[in-house]
């Protein structure tokens, strides 16, 4: 059993910046590839970011490459989302999952194990 706990969303102007943490408890940490997904209100849950066990792999939707940066620190338990230049299509809930693969990061939400609770991000024009 792995609980995740997302943090660092929050309101901040377009053009702003934001860093999301992830922080897993409960199992080894590296055993799990991690990702991140948005869900704006009535749309689906959609791809934004993962990264494979060992920090070596990382895969983004095409449309955030550039602007959004995933990272992952297996001795704090944590990962992040560095996201910058937000833009008001970027609000969304952020939730960070935990899937057991090994060595890639998988842009599924069917292929995770466990999901955090969600951080809102909400970015005005």
């Known amino acids: 059993q792995v609980q995740l706990r997302e943090s660092g969303g929050g309101w901040v102007q377009a053009g702003g910046s934001l860093r999301l943490s992830c922080v897993a408890s409960?199992?080894?940490?590296?055993?799990?590839?991690m990702g991140w997904f948005r869900q704006a209100p009535e749309k689906e849950r959609e791809f934004v970011a993962s990264?494979?066990?060992?920090?070596?792999?990382?895969w983004y939707e095409d449309s955030l490459k550039g602007r959004f940066t995933i990272s992952r620190d297996n001795a704090k338990n944590t990962m992040y989302l560095q996201m910058n230049s937000l833009k008001p299509e970027d609000t969304a809930v952020y939730y960070c999952g935990a899937a057991s693969i090994y060595g890639l990061g998988p842009m599924r939400p069917s292929l995770y194990d466990y999901w955090g609770q969600g951080t809102q991000v909400t970015v005005s024009s």
């Open positions: 409960g199992d080894i940490f590296s055993k799990y590839a």
């Open positions: 990264i494979n066990w060992t920090g070596e792999g990382t």
